[in-house]
């Protein structure tokens, strides 16, 4: 399989705790995005990368959320001291630049559920 | 302004029914448009770019608007499998919008 990846699938965890998750995006795409979908809502942005620059930040994103791409493949996305609010559906897409042959379409993983207790 | 903004919903509509949804964005530099189909519980997944003269995918048609700054979604002869969330986002900032739900019944 050759699609996005994300890990884990689910995660229950406590009000307090710190969770993790990872996303390895397709393999030739050198952009990656992260997103949080709560019920009825639009996926909403999180951050961005090219390769392993973290390009934008969303406003929106406490300091208790950071992510990482060391080497410009895999990403992971880190939430210190969650919170119930943080329960979300965590979505992750990768794609390639818009130029040439390319329309920059978003290709997503099937996503990593939190729940916070 | 949020960036992407869609027909709030939902929509219900008996089968073969017609169904047009619109998507407005406020970055005037976009450059590609694209649709997207969710399912419940599940990820978006590409249903159609949108190309600057509109674009047909069987019962499906794109259009964008670049003066007025929207796209839309044309639905003809819905089926019941069409019933699913559309989402519209815009490139380069690859915001969504919140999507419209669509439901067909029989």
């Known amino acids: 399989d050759t699609g996005v990846s994300q890990n884990p699938r689910h995660k229950i965890t406590k009000r307090g705790q710190n969770v993790t998750f990872r996303c390895d995006p397709i393999?030739?795409?050198?952009?990656l995005y992260w997103y949080r979908q709560t019920l009825g809502q639009g996926p909403e942005f999180l951050t961005y990368?090219?390769?392993?620059?973290?390009?934008?930040k969303s406003r929106l994103l406490s300091d208790r959320f950071s992510a990482e791409r060391p080497k410009g493949s895999f990403s992971t996305l880190e939430i210190q001291r969650t919170e119930q609010g943080d329960s979300a559906m965590y979505l992750c897409?990768?794609?390639?630049?818009?130029?040439?042959?390319?329309?920059?379409?978003?290709?997503f993983g099937e996503g990593s559920r939190l729940t916070v207790l | 302004r949020k960036e992407v903004e869609q027909d709030p919903g939902p929509f219900n509509v008996p089968e073969g029914a017609t169904v047009a949804f619109n998507c407005t964005y406020s970055n005037s530099a976009s450059q590609s448009f694209f649709w997207y189909r969710q399912d419940c519980r599940k990820e978006p997944k590409l249903l159609m770019s949108?190309?600057?003269s509109g674009n047909e995918d069987g019962r499906f048609t794109a259009q964008l608007n670049r003066a007025s700054q929207y796209i839309s979604l044309l639905i003809r002869d819905s089926k019941l499998s069409d019933s699913a969330t559309y989402l519209c986002v815009v490139n380069p900032d690859m915001r969504f919008g919140a999507g419209t739900r669509l439901t067909v019944k029989p």
């Open positions: 949108v190309y600057s």
């Open positions: 897409a990768s794609s390639l630049p818009f130029e040439g042959e390319s329309t920059g379409e978003l290709f």
């Open positions: 393999s030739e795409h050198n952009r």
């Open positions: 990368f090219q390769n392993e620059a973290q390009l934008e």
